[in-house]
């Protein structure tokens, strides 16, 4: 094992990288203390304040370019009306609110549907399935909230979905069952984030097909309904090549090449961990050559 002293080193931070859900936090501790801060996962638009983010860089769009794309792919299929669903964490309405405003002012009748948020389980609401898996009574809670909201869509009647849930909101649950209360499918326009058509067919269709019938010995009867038949994945990009992810890691490639340039010798394992320890050579200093 490394000596004592080694092992407690603990170099000077040069960039922080990535934040999730908390980047907001993340970016302010990183701009207060002049670090860069790179991230490829978050799309708020509080984090283009350069006032309070002045080191953040996303690689990412923001929600509101995701809101003008939606909002065009709308207005150019002809659409007059849409249903904007929502789950109820995290604000939803203020978070979006700008889609909605956004659709109204381009000819579209836009209103929420609010689902509360509820554990996955493959099933429709109050069915075998999902009382085997988290009761009875919650299962009946749930059916009755959901059928009230598919009485509320249909009697809206809009043919253009727009699906803004978040993951707490068991998503994939609810859009099965609006498509098996016959509101996806023929007549029916889905849209939503490009990256949840994955999600479906790698980790919810097996859930659907294996998991419930080894947990059940049944199949859900989601096994015969395709929800993501018609669904539209919309994101906001510089062109038509760009991805959050490539973005962001194609940044790190460009880094890693030059890393000369951009990296002082300690960051590329050329100096002694001890040479950086609390009671060592102070980094920091003017005369370091590391300011």
Same mark, same amino acid.
């Given at each position: 094992?490394?000596?004592?002293?080694?092992?407690?080193?603990?170099?000077?931070?040069r960039v922080a990288l990535g934040g999730y859900k908390f980047s907001t936090g993340i970016g302010l501790v990183a701009s207060s203390l002049?670090?860069?801060?790179?991230?490829?996962?978050?799309s708020t638009n509080l984090l283009s304040n350069k006032k309070e983010y002045p080191t953040y860089v996303r690689t990412k769009p923001t929600?509101?370019?995701?809101?003008?794309?939606?909002?065009?792919?709308?207005?150019?299929?002809?659409?007059?009306?849409?249903?904007?669903?929502?789950?109820?964490?995290?604000d939803p309405v203020s978070s979006y609110g700008p889609l909605v405003d956004l659709l109204v002012a381009s000819g579209v009748d836009a209103?929420?549907?609010?689902?509360?948020?509820?554990?996955?389980?493959?099933?429709?609401?109050?069915?075998?399935?999902?009382? @085997?898996?988290?009761?009875?009574?919650?299962?009946?809670?749930?059916?009755?909230?959901?059928?009230?909201?598919?009485?509320?869509?249909?009697?809206?009647?809009?043919?253009?979905?727009?699906?803004?849930?978040?993951?707490?909101?068991?998503?994939?649950?609810?859009?099965?069952?609006?498509?098996?209360?016959?509101?996806?499918?023929?007549?029916?326009?889905?849209?939503?984030?490009?990256?949840?058509?994955?999600?479906?067919?790698?980790?919810?269709?097996?859930?659907?097909?294996?998991?419930?019938?080894?947990?059940?010995?049944?199949?859900?009867?989601?096994?015969?309904?395709?929800?993501?038949?018609?669904?539209?994945?919309?994101?906001?990009?510089?062109?038509?090549?760009?991805?959050?992810?490539?973005?962001?890691?194609?940044?790190?490639?460009?880094?890693?090449?030059?890393?000369?340039?951009?990296?002082?010798?300690?960051?590329?394992? @050329?100096?002694?961990?001890?040479?950086?320890?609390?009671?060592?050579?102070?980094?920091?200093?003017?005369?370091?050559?590391?300011?």
């Amino acid at each position: 094992p490394a000596p004592a002293d080694e092992r407690l080193s603990i170099p000077p931070a040069r960039v922080a990288l990535g934040g999730y859900k908390f980047s907001t936090g993340i970016g302010l501790v990183a701009s207060s203390l002049g670090l860069p801060n790179m991230g490829f996962k978050e799309s708020t638009n509080l984090l283009s304040n350069k006032k309070e983010y002045p080191t953040y860089v996303r690689t990412k769009p923001t929600m509101k370019a995701t809101f003008t794309a939606l909002t065009a792919v709308a207005t150019k299929l002809g659409y007059t009306k849409a249903s904007v669903l929502v789950c109820d964490v995290r604000d939803p309405v203020s978070s979006y609110g700008p889609l909605v405003d956004l659709l109204v002012a381009s000819g579209v009748d836009a209103r929420f549907t609010m689902f509360e948020a509820t554990e996955y389980t493959a099933w429709p609401a109050g069915s075998y399935g999902d009382v @085997r898996m988290i009761g009875e009574e919650r299962a009946r809670a749930k059916k009755e909230l959901w059928d009230n909201n598919i009485r509320s869509l249909k009697s809206f009647n809009a043919h253009m979905m727009i699906e803004a849930m978040e993951r707490e909101c068991a998503m994939l649950d609810i859009m099965h069952y609006l498509a098996y209360n016959g509101l996806a499918g023929g007549g029916y326009v889905w849209m939503g984030w490009p990256w949840n058509y994955p999600v479906y067919t790698i980790e919810y269709v097996f859930a659907i097909t294996l998991l419930s019938q080894s947990l059940y010995g049944a199949f859900s009867p989601y096994v015969h309904n395709i929800c993501f038949d018609g669904y539209i994945g919309v994101g906001a990009a510089v062109d038509q090549s760009s991805n959050e992810y490539t973005e962001f890691w194609e940044l790190m490639k460009f880094v890693g090449e030059n890393q000369d340039q951009f990296f002082p010798d300690w960051l590329q394992g @050329r100096v002694s961990p001890s040479e950086f320890t609390a009671t060592g050579r102070d980094w920091a200093s003017p005369d370091s050559g590391n300011t």
